[in-house]
C-alpha cells in the first residue's frame, strides 16, 4: 500500500533532548496531519496543517507543512517521559473522489531515558 | 464530547470464519473511515462513509465491507477470515463534509485469525 517516507525510524534521547522528524512524499498533500499512537490505543492527533510553510505550534510540538508540499516536519522541544510512542505522520491530497483517505508514514518510534 | 468508540476491542476468530466491528464516531460527525494497521504495512485505508454512502475504497478485496447508519454509526465486516487478516482495525470520524481533514481515532479492534 501507499505510505510516505517517514525518518527517523527510531530515536532513542535522553529526557530534555530536542527531536526532530520528518515525512517526504513524491506527490503533493492539501492537509498534513501528525499523530501519536501509544501501546493499545489509536492514534491521538497532535497538529493539522493546511497551507503550504504554515508553522503550527501546539505546547511543547512544532509542525511545518514544507513549501513543495510534498513534505512536513515535526519538532519536540525540551522531551520527557511521556512523549513515548510511536508519531505518524499522514496527508491528505486533494481531488476529486478521494475523501476520507489518509496517506501514513512508517512512523518514528521515540523513547526518551529519564 | 465523548470520543470515537469502537467494540469490540478483541476479537479472536478462526480462518474462514466471518466477523463486524461496530464504530460510534464523535457526536457531530458524519464522516467515518476504517483503517488496517499491521507491523508490515503500517496504516492502509479501507472505506469512507458519509451519510451513510461509501465515498471512497482503499485497495482490499471484496471480503471486507461496510456499512454506516442513519445515525453516523458504521460497522465493518471482513468475510472468509484469513490468517493475514489479523491487524488492529481502527475508524475515525471527521467532521467536514468533503476532504478528509481532521480524522479523529478511536481504540481499534484487534482481531486475531487463527
Known amino acids: 500500500g501507499q505510505q510516505l517516507n517517514q525518518s527517523p525510524q527510531s530515536m532513542f534521547i535522553q529526557e530534555g533532548e530536542d527531536v526532530s522528524m520528518n515525512c517526504t512524499s513524491s506527490s503533493i498533500f492539501n492537509t498534513w496531519l501528525w499523530y501519536k499512537q501509544e501501546p493499545g490505543e489509536g492514534p491521538v492527533l497532535l497538529i493539522a496543517l493546511y497551507k503550504a510553510g504554515e508553522l503550527t505550534s501546539n505546547g511543547r510540538l512544532t509542525a511545518q507543512f514544507g513549501i513543495t508540499r510534498k513534505d512536513s516536519f515535526l519538532n519536540i522541544s525540551a522531551s520527557i517521559p511521556s512523549d513515548v510512542g510511536i508519531y505518524f505522520c499522514?496527508?491528505?491530497?486533494?481531488?476529486?473522489?478521494?475523501?476520507?483517505?489518509?496517506?501514513f508514514g512508517q512512523g518514528t518510534t521515540l523513547q526518551v531515558k529519564p | 464530547k465523548a470520543g470515537v468508540t469502537q467494540t469490540p476491542r478483541y476479537l479472536i476468530k478462526t480462518r474462514g470464519q466471518q466477523v463486524t466491528l461496530s464504530c460510534s464516531p464523535i457526536s457531530g460527525h458524519r464522516s467515518v473511515s476504517w483503517y488496517q494497521q499491521t507491523p508490515g504495512q503500517g496504516l492502509q485505508f479501507l472505506f469512507e462513509y458519509f451519510s451513510e454512502t461509501q465515498r471512497n475504497k482503499g485497495n482490499f478485496p471484496g471480503r471486507f465491507s461496510g456499512r454506516q447508519f442513519s445515525n453516523s454509526r458504521s460497522e465493518m465486516n471482513v468475510s472468509t477470515l484469513e490468517l493475514g487478516d489479523s491487524a488492529l482495525y481502527l475508524c475515525?470520524?471527521?467532521?467536514?463534509?468533503?476532504?478528509?481533514?481532521?480524522?479523529?481515532f478511536g481504540p481499534g479492534t484487534r482481531l486475531t485469525v487463527t
Open positions: 499522514a496527508g491528505h491530497a486533494e481531488y476529486s473522489g478521494n475523501t476520507g483517505k489518509l496517506i
Open positions: 475515525a470520524s471527521s467532521a467536514a463534509g468533503t476532504g478528509a481533514y481532521e480524522q479523529y
